[in-house]
């Protein structure tokens, strides 16, 4: 079957500009984390959402950016008047519902100028 | 608090010589922890776990519980294990949910 999915794979934005990033996890699965990474800096925790419980929210950096589940499967990232310190790969992973391992998807790259 | 510490950003060795790469974790209760590999151009994937206790691509993770270690290792690297290295803890009660450390970039130099 299809691994995890992401679009767009490259996004260029100006500077307070408002984007949204979409996830399509793997078909059952329930846990779905959207991660950051940015050149040097390893992976960073945004959010966590697991079946029908509230989502784990505290890796968001700010109030500017927010994500949604919508029928416990496709995911949408959206940043608000981005920055360029927004500039990053945004990765979502899905997992079974037992937690076991993470499927990736490719990405995406986000550049704000 | 719940933490996953990788200390080192990037290690460097040369083909053939042993590499380790450390891996430290707090938790209080008995976690499972996994290592992650993220190749050039290529998605993040688990290369390992420790419940499994196999060896991947030649390398290995022991889970040392007293001082709270998960370290990779691998006798002899080769130049395709250059890559980026993700540890990770699965916090196995409530949501299960993971953490993961900040990496550490392995470059195997010929």
């Known amino acids: 079957g299809a691994g995890v999915s992401q679009s767009p794979s490259n996004k260029v934005t100006e500077k307070g500009k408002d984007v949204e990033l979409r996830c399509d996890p793997i078909s059952g699965h329930t846990a779905l984390y959207w991660y950051r990474q940015s050149l040097g800096q390893g992976l960073e925790f945004l959010i966590y959402f697991q079946g029908n419980s509230a989502p784990d929210k505290s890796g968001l950096p700010s109030d500017r950016f927010s994500a949604e589940r919508t029928g416990g499967s496709v995911s949408t990232l959206t940043i608000q008047r981005t920055q360029q310190e927004d500039s990053a790969v945004y990765l979502c992973?899905?997992?079974?519902?037992?937690?076991?391992?993470?499927?990736f998807g490719p990405g995406t790259r986000l550049t704000v100028l | 608090a719940q933490r996953v510490t990788q200390p080192e950003k990037l290690l460097s060795v040369f083909k053939g010589a042993p590499v380790e790469l450390k891996c430290n974790y707090s938790y209080s209760g008995s976690p499972e922890l996994f290592w992650y590999v993220q190749y050039s151009r290529q998605r993040l994937q688990l290369l390992l776990r420790h419940i499994s206790r196999e060896s991947i691509k030649g390398f290995t993770a022991d889970l040392n519980k007293g001082e709270t270690s998960f370290h990779l290792k691998k006798p002899f690297a080769q130049e395709e294990d250059s890559a980026m290295y993700y540890c990770a803890l699965l916090r196995p009660t409530g949501t299960y949910k993971y953490i993961f450390g900040t990496g550490t970039r392995l470059k195997v130099l010929a």
């Open positions: 992973a899905s997992s079974s519902d037992r937690g076991d391992e993470q499927f």
